[in-house]
């Protein structure tokens, strides 16, 4: 029975280590390609000389495309709607969990069914009101646009996390003097801290990543990094490693973001897992 269990535990580990092999290797194969030299880019495969060349050229802009101004309108505009989601969404979330009415359940699911219908089924009407209103290509739309992304997540996830916490703390507060506003503020915003970063950064990435809207309702002014690294695609020979370079670029604040508050989201995560 030992050599029975010592050899299910290696075959388990095996298969956890292919699994792991076969997961990361599209990213390694990415780091690859950024690496390569134009004239070795097709020729080989794993034997080339590693240059950062196609680094240089996608943060340099001597391609004529202005990905680090792309970069820098994805910071914006994600970093804008995650900031307009939680002004409005910590106050209805908090709302959400310690108001209940007649049709508030159904309030709530209309809510999330703005994060999970197909984008292109409103993509059309969004660009013929952006065109009409003066918001195609600029910041305010973008914004204004990736806030349907955020909010219902942002509503929906820190609705939870209100919940958790027992009304008896705000009920102390308020016989203290505070007003309603105060014991919000200064006695349930502290206690879900954790959580707050935590959906920040699941907001943050969702808006970061998403594709469709900039890619209908901007057009070079406020592009984003998701179309702007295509960009690298066009021509008479597409350049796959300048594009492999701004796809790696590109996932840099995401992941600093999530290295710099780790503490906070790895406890934001198991905030109210296991309630008492």
């Known amino acids: 029975m030992t050599w029975r269990k010592r050899l299910s535990g290696w075959l388990a580990d095996a298969a956890l280590i292919l699994y792991f092999v076969f997961a990361l290797f599209p990213i390694a194969w990415m780091v690859i390609l950024s690496l ?106 973008m914004v204004w646009v990736l806030q349907l992304v955020t909010l219902p997540l942002i509503v929906w996830i820190m609705r939870s996390y209100f919940a958790d916490l027992t009304p008896e703390l705000e009920q102390a507060a308020l016989l203290d003097g505070y007003s309603r506003k105060q014991a919000f503020f200064k006695v349930a915003i502290p206690l879900v801290k954790p959580g707050i970063a ?54 840099v604040p995401p992941l600093l973001l999530a290295l710099t508050i780790q503490r906070y989201l790895v406890r934001g995560l198991s905030f109210g897992a296991v309630k008492s």
């Open 36 to 141: 390569k030299p134009a004239n070795q880019l097709f020729s080989t495969y794993f034997s080339f000389s590693p240059t950062l060349d196609g680094y240089r050229t996608v943060l340099g802009d001597s391609e004529g495309i202005p990905f680090v101004r792309f970069f820098v309108n994805s910071l914006v505009v994600s970093l804008g709607a995650v900031a307009l989601s939680l002004l409005v969404g910590l106050p209805a979330a908090y709302a959400s969990a310690r108001w209940r009415f007649r049709g508030s359940e159904n309030l709530m699911f209309t809510l999330l069914s703005f994060r999970f219908a197909p984008e292109l089924t409103v993509i059309i009407p969004l660009f013929v009101l952006y065109q009409k209103l003066g918001l195609f290509d600029t910041y305010v739309g």
């Open 198 to 251: 935590a959906v920040s950064l699941l907001a943050f990435i969702f808006a970061w990543n998403n594709f469709v809207f900039p890619l209908i309702l901007t057009s070079n002014e406020a592009q984003t990094v998701t179309v702007g690294a295509l960009s690298f695609l066009g021509g008479d020979r597409p350049k796959y490693n300048l594009t492999a370079a701004a796809a790696l670029v590109s996932v």
